[in-house]
């Protein structure tokens, strides 16, 4: 029997989720207490069905509007990557979104083809520039005047002639965390678009004749549950392209309105389905060209992250200790927390929890609090759970995004082992760091 917690976060759990009648949970066929014998705590579980499943689900939802050979669909790398995960990518028939040498070496490390690999980033070093043409990355997208005058001097100098997009800052507000926010007015990405200086650029690029210049691209927010600023997006980089046309007869091969499709999460919002998103942006494509028929259609660029890969992932935690407090509260300590998942201390993310054996013990409303020296360490700061005891399991779902890619090694706890799983096999992404290796950064 599930209990309601349970109920209300299975929406949340990957797709290979079961629950017995006596309450005990398998992902893959594995027993999630065996995986955490195996492999410790914290431990992070990626379901490479649910990733297998999602890439599929946007590809057959783009399809539905779209000829396969005029819209690509990039996973962004930002959210989690390791080789295998580049390589499962590839396989799927996905692009790849990165933003720094660090994500590019990963990539090519892990035999991803160069040419659907698109190079992001607000402030990409020559090195790492260097390194893109040196590689042979299909896109790089230019951020702002400098990235333009370094990469155009790069060109000159290796003779090559790299293909770009220029990021727009399309003025377009979303409906999402300030921190989320990356296409308004103010945004630090892109070639702000109210000025004049989009256009500018453009000119600039066309001008020199140094890059290609295969598109333009934007990229509004993260966590957005809404095709309106896809659409108004779409709809500023087209007539941005028009207004081109009419002045050079430049026309774009690709446009990009960036990725940030929301997903479900604790905090009970729905999320329109993908093939939403596909037919708001393939019918603002069809009303924003219809007077220039003549045009090709550009491809359509999409780049999502955590709508491919945030449900796959769970983290398990072990409850080290539970605490009362005089003030109300009852934490409950987990042997991981804000250095694994910055993400409700950052954002004010939401995530819900469950203990992995059913406990027939009565609810309690607690505290999920992490082990580091902060206050504003907490995982949860509401969920009613059965009371739990030190040694018990404890799953958050959701944790696939943004969580790894952005942990700490905060008061020097070592970082947790990623593993994924299907129903043949486990593979070890990543091992749990250990002492040497954190002592092995200090030269003194
Ligand atoms: C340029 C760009 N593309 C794609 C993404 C992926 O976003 P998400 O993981 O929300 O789909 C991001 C991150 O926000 C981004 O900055
Ligand atoms: N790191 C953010 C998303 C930023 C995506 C990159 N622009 C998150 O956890 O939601």
New binding site residues.
Partial sequence: MLTPTQLSAARLLPDTTTVSQYGVMRIAGYLLSELAQRYGTPLYIFDRATIINACQHYQEAFRQYYHASSVRIIY?A??YLSPLIARTMAEQGMGL?VVSGGELSVAHHAGFPMENVSF?GNNKREDELYLALQLGVGRIVLDNWSELERLTRIAQETKKTPHVLLRIAPDVETDTHRYLQ?GHAASKFGFPLNNGEAKAAIHAVLQEGRLHLAGLHA?TG??LRETRPYEECLERLLDLATEVYEETGWWPEEVSP????GIETADGVEVPGVYMLAQALQQTMERRLADNAALPVPTLII?????IIARAGVTLYRVGARKPTPGGITYLFVDGGMADNIRPALYGAHYTALPVEQLATPGEEVCISGRYCESGDMLIERVVLPQMREGDLLLLPTTG?YCLPMASNYNLVPRPAVILIDEQQVWQMERRETYTDLLMRYTE
């Avoid at 960036?258 to 499709?261: H, I, L, N, P, R």
């Avoid at 780049?303 to 709508?307: A, D, L």
């Fill in positions: 962004a930002k959210a979104d992001h990356t990229h993260t966590m960036g990725g940030g499709w780049e999502p992250g955590r709508s995004a």
